[in-house]
């Protein structure tokens, strides 16, 4: 009881009913919104105690793809939800969004945590060359659909773009899962973590298997419901705001919905556990652009009111190529330190206030 009392994250569950019954009484959007989204805060913390539990019992590579996998949970409700409102422009600056925030804001405030509680950390760099080759992969397929669609787009071929769309979603799939079956079954020494030798000065009290399942999938689902009311306030939010649809998209969004792993990946940073913090990142962003955007695409033919396809604006596309160029250099010696974080940070800095200084994006 005491525990509870203290000041901490936890006080922000008191959110999630302030959430649900201004929603109920139709409140101000904003009010929703940013209620909600302080909500999700800890939730998410929640999210990634539950995965470093499980992480415990299955290893740090199943325990970031699990980190993963529950912390997009969010950003698919918040897609289906917008899906089904025909939100296409601001689905696909999300799914964007949470890339590029997963790449520079959450790897950088990972990195300059861990740095300024550690001199420099190490980690596996075999590891950080598969996830940095699967997302230079993901990110150029990406690009096929949507210079497909800036180019031929338009008119007769308009058939010829949604089954192009069709058949490269079905291989993102399959591409998916030999990366799992990679992972998981064939070359998990690949993704083995690299010990930094640090020890907590507190242990923490080991939970059962049971209770960290639990948790983890109770904290999913009150993360998918206060993405619901957070996505339903969104578009009205951002024209009270005066913002785009595409910087609440790739900003708000994105952060939002991927709060789960990015808290969590800074929670290990700071723990000295920096491969399950890069595990959680790259492996998130792994999963959205090769399994969350496909499987988005088949969705829409059932959800919402036409096919959606994969098509990303020029900006966006440049600037996720980048990213990955950027993530695979500054990562790619296997060790990290608190400048590299600010560097990081620094880039996603000027890549929001670009996207807001852009009212249309093209």
Not at 28 to 54: M, R
Not at 121 to 146: H, K
Request: hydrophobic share 55%; net charge neutral.
């Amino acid at each position: 009881m005491n525990q509870l009392l203290k000041p901490g994250i936890h006080w922000l569950f008191v959110f999630i009913p302030v959430a649900v019954v201004l929603d109920k009484l139709h409140a101000s959007a904003p009010l929703i919104f940013f209620s909600a989204a302080l909500a999700i805060i800890p939730i998410a913390h929640l999210i990634g105690s539950s995965t470093e539990q499980l992480a415990s019992f299955t290893g740090d590579a199943i325990g970031g793809l699990l980190n993963a996998t529950f912390g997009n949970a969010p950003e698919l409700i918040i897609a289906i939800v917008a899906l089904n409102a025909g939100l296409y422009e601001m689905l696909l600056a999300s799914l964007a969004g949470a890339i590029i925030g997963n790449l520079l804001l959450a790897m950088g405030a990972s990195f300059l945590v861990g740095g300024l509680k550690f001199h420099s950390q190490e980690y596996n760099p075999t590891s950080i060359r598969m996830y940095s080759s699967m997302m230079m992969v993901a990110v150029i397929s990406l690009m096929v659909p949507s210079a497909f669609h800036h180019f031929f787009g338009t008119g007769v071929l308009n058939e010829n773009e949604n089954t192009l769309n069709m058949g490269l979603s079905i291989i993102l799939l399959v591409a998916y899962g030999l990366y799992l079956v990679f992972m998981l079954k064939t070359h998990p020494d690949f993704f083995r973590s690299k010990s930094n030798d640090k020890k907590e000065e507190v242990k923490e009290r080991r939970w059962s298997m049971k209770r960290a399942i639990t948790s983890l999938v109770v904290a999913s689902l009150l993360a998918a419901l206060m993405s619901e009311i957070l996505v339903g306030a969104a578009e009205e939010t951002g024209k009270v705001l005066a913002m785009s649809s595409v910087f609440i998209g790739v900003i708000f969004l994105a952060i939002v919905g991927g709060a789960a792993e990015s808290i969590s990946a800074v929670t290990m940073a700071s723990k000295g556990k920096m491969d399950l913090s890069i595990g959680i990142l790259l492996g998130s962003s792994i999963q959205i652009a090769l399994f969350v955007a496909p499987v988005l695409v088949l969705l829409s033919l059932f959800v919402g009111p036409g096919q959606m396809n994969l098509a990303f604006s020029r900006m966006l596309i440049i600037i996720l190529f980048l990213c990955v160029l950027l993530g695979a250099m500054i990562t790619g010696d296997g060790r990290s330190n608190w400048y590299k974080g600010v560097q990081l940070i620094i880039m996603y800095l000027i890549i929001a206030m670009m996207i807001f200084y852009l009212p249309t994006v093209s």
